[in-house]
């Protein structure tokens, strides 16, 4: 099985519609530390088309709205209803990791519980997909074949929890029914409420940073969320010596990523380099010369080339930090459960892990 990192994950899911139309997708995250002092023991997000539509955590204790569209498209209640099946879950969670740790005769340490399951609607050729991945400190531990209607295991110690819920039809009927049904029905109605938000058309902003031999070609701001950044050399692209980063999402509802280019400064003035960034909105192309390059220099409280995530929403720092690459979960109260919301606060059905 080829393992997937979180933001490569987010990158495939999200961009994929540069090259195949207008793709629609609605991903919940949940993530459960415990040795980790700076971060919350518990945090959910709901992404609807790469946007943050809801968020709790253990620390707030409050399912809140994260887009206008989405507070307006509801009651008062879902927000009630979904605190309460949200502090369900952190329990559930908390003792999810304690299972692990029972499973890998581990003890003490700082350890991460994850999952990030969805669905994605193609409303050009109305193709659907579904996904479920899951994982534990950052490895992949069960993951769901949709297609062949399985899960598949990547561990020794996860392999009797897949044969219980490969042997179980009635719940492997209803996760099909889940992700390519009910999940597809409350991805469009989201899709709905936030349509003048989530089809907005928003140009990237371009910029070229120069640190030491490091190169970036920087877009940001844009929308949506599907975009390209290609170097040249003298009209012909350019693979080796470059880093394409993720596209990750800005608090105002934008995107941004960034290509980067390691080239030595004598490279440069032998021949011309490019960066073109392609967007729903059109193509930009900046030219590498020194009026449009601007330099990072240490202590100017600019950010390094390597890390330029600007607003990087919290929840995915989080993520990223705990190295949650991969999600990992659980299905009984007291052995391991996770009640997983399908829309409207609804819980997905479980069975024993």
Not at 11 to 31: D, P
Not at 155 to 181: C, F, H, I, M, R
Request: proline share 4%; glycine share 8%.
């Amino acid at each position: 099985m080829v393992k997937m990192g979180f933001l490569s994950l987010v990158a495939v899911l999200c961009c994929a519609h540069l090259a195949y139309g207008e793709i629609h997708s609605m991903k919940y995250f949940y993530t459960a530390t415990s040795g980790i002092q700076t971060f919350p023991e518990f945090v959910t997000v709901l992404l609807v088309d790469g946007q943050p539509a809801s968020y709790y955590d253990s620390n707030i204790r409050r399912e809140t709205p994260r887009q206008d569209w989405m507070k307006n498209a509801v009651d008062a209640d879902y927000w009630d209803r979904g605190t309460q099946i949200s502090i369900g879950d952190e329990q559930s969670y908390k003792a999810n990791i304690d299972i692990a740790k029972q499973r890998f005769n581990q003890t003490g340490g700082m350890h991460s519980v994850q999952n990030m399951y969805g669905c994605q609607w193609d409303d050009e050729t109305h193709v659907i997909d579904g996904y479920d991945q899951n994982g534990y400190d950052g490895e992949d531990f069960v993951t769901l074949d949709l297609k062949n209607l399985r899960y598949i295991a990547t561990t020794p110690e996860s392999q009797l929890t897949v044969n219980k819920w490969n042997s179980n039809p009635g719940q492997l009927a209803y996760d099909k029914q889940y992700y390519t049904q009910i999940c597809i029905e409350w991805l469009k109605k989201y899709v709905e409420y936030g349509s003048s938000t989530l089809g907005k058309k928003v140009a990237p902003e371009v910029s070229l940073l120069q640190k030491g031999p490091e190169v970036a070609c920087h877009a940001t701001g844009f929308h949506p969320d599907a975009v390209m950044i290609t170097w040249k050399k003298d009209g012909v692209e350019v693979d080796d010596d470059v880093d394409v980063g993720e596209t990750l999402p800005n608090e105002d509802g934008t995107f941004q990523k960034r290509s980067v280019l390691t080239i030595s400064p004598k490279e440069r003035t032998k021949t011309q380099y490019s960066c073109e960034v392609t967007h729903k909105s059109g193509l930009i192309e900046k030219i590498l010369d020194e009026a449009e390059l601007k330099t990072i220099t240490p202590g100017s409280g600019q950010a390094p080339v390597g890390i330029i995530i600007g607003a990087f929403l919290g929840f995915l720092a989080l993520i990223a930090l705990i190295g949650g690459a991969v999600w990992y979960k659980r299905r009984n109260p007291g052995n391991g459960f996770v009640a997983a919301k399908t829309g409207e606060n609804s819980s997905r059905s479980s069975d024993e892990a």
